[in-house]
Every structure is written in structure tokens, then in C-alpha cells.
């Protein structure tokens, strides 16, 4: 199984502001994905990070506002831009490890002032 | 958009009672998985059951596929106040994306 750090677990930004959240898997792994968990919701997925080239982002996520970066095989980043109120939630780096498992970082707990 | 939706939302049951969740889904899969969540962090996977699969067991949980219905469920069988989380149901689609979509959850907390 993959072990995954995500730092940090959490921080208060003021609006306006970025936030970049640094995944880090202790193993070479094909695919990362970034999720967003939004208050008592269930999780969302905002990209998969691509090794060396644009992330795919789902449907109401734009790169402008969610910038990721994925410089080799084991390391991510996804930066929140611009941000607001609303940006407050969990982000949740994951990896697709052997047979199809997902494994997950421990989040980052966000909350925009 | 979301793929699986979960019930019961909430589940409140006494140690060592069953518990069983079902989560539906809309269109075809090449599996689906259950995951757990303590207090909304990180999520830990407890059970992969593929398309062409019926039901697999893994220590207290059973997991049944229905493809005909497009839903699922999972048993905690004999539980304990540790199984207190939220359990989702993700669903890679059949195109093979290897991408996993999350369905709505069920909040279980199971009472000493």
C-alpha cells in the first residue's frame, strides 16, 4: 500500500490569498487525483494530476483557480487561487496504488476568513 | 455530478448489532469500492468489489454487487464503537478512466 503525506493538515487564509497543499507518495504510483470535500458533504473530484504535462480537471474546475503541478512520479501540488469563503473545505490528495486502490493523504483542512 | 447515492444518510445502531449500508449508482462500472472516513479526514479502504463479482468478505465486512440494479451494499457485522465514521461507495466507470466518483455517504455511529 502507498503512503501518502499531505502537509498542510490544515490553515486559515485570509480572502484573496493562495494556498498550496504539497502530496508527496512514498512510492512511484501512475495516477494522482485532488479532491474536495466540502463541509458534511461527500468528496468531489476536482483533477487528476498528469506527471509532466496539464492536469484534467472535472466539470466546474478551471485551472486558473486550481493550478496543479505534478513534476514526477511521486509528488504533487495543488494550489487554491484567489481565495473566498466558499473555498473553505477539506482537499484530499490521492494515488491510485496496486489493484486499483485508492489511498488517500490525510487532507488539508482549509478555512478562508 | 454525483455518481452513487448512499442510504440511510445516518445510521445509529448499538454495539454489536449489524450494520448495512447501500449505495446505487447510475451507470455501468468496472468496480466499486468502500472506503471509510474518521471525523472528515483522511479516507481508508476497506473493500474492492469488481463488475464480474457477486460478494466478497474481508474480516467483519461483506460486501454484495448487483449489476442488474446498479447498487451495492456493505455488512459490519458484530459492531463496535470503532466502526463510528462515515462510509462511502466510490465507482470507477467502465470506460476505464481510473477515475473514482464518491457516492453521498452514510454516517454510522454505533453506541457502547
Known amino acids: 500500500s502507498a503512503v501518502i503525506s499531505q502537509k498542510p493538515s490544515r490553515d486559515i487564509c485570509q480572502r484573496g490569498t493562495s494556498l498550496t497543499i504539497q502530496c508527496q507518495v512514498d512510492?512511484?504510483?501512475?495516477?494522482m487525483f485532488w479532491y474536495r470535500q466540502q463541509p458534511g458533504q461527500s468528496l468531489t473530484l476536482i483533477a487528476t494530476a498528469n506527471q509532466g504535462s496539464e492536469a484534467t480537471y472535472e466539470s466546474g474546475f478551471v485551472i486558473d483557480k486550481f493550478p496543479i503541478s505534478r513534476p514526477n512520479l511521486t509528488f504533487s501540488t495543488l494550489t487554491v487561487s484567489n481565495l473566498s469563503p466558499e473555498d473553505s473545505s477539506i482537499y484530499l490528495c490521492?494515488?491510485?496504488?496496486?489493484?486499483?486502490?485508492?489511498?488517500f493523504g490525510s487532507g488539508t483542512q482549509l478555512s478562508v476568513l | 455530478s454525483q455518481q452513487g447515492e448512499e442510504d440511510p444518510q445516518a445510521l445509529s445502531i448499538q454495539e454489536g448489532e449489524n450494520a448495512t449500508m447501500n449505495c446505487s449508482y447510475k451507470t455501468s462500472i468496472n468496480n466499486l469500492q468502500w472506503y471509510r472516513q474518521n471525523s472528515g479526514r483522511g479516507l481508508v479502504h476497506l473493500i474492492l468489489i469488481r463488475s464480474n463479482e457477486r460478494e466478497k468478505h474481508s474480516g467483519r465486512l461483506r460486501v454484495t454487487l448487483d449489476t442488474s440494479k446498479k447498487s451495492s451494499s456493505l455488512l459490519i457485522t458484530a459492531s463496535r464503537a470503532a466502526d463510528t465514521a462515515s462510509y462511502f461507495c466510490a465507482t470507477e466507470l467502465a470506460t476505464r478512466t481510473y477515475k473514482y466518483i464518491f457516492g453521498t455517504g452514510t454516517r454510522l455511529k454505533v453506541l457502547a
Open positions: 490521492s494515488a491510485l496504488g496496486q489493484n486499483e486502490k485508492l489511498f
Open positions: 512510492s512511484q504510483v501512475t495516477m
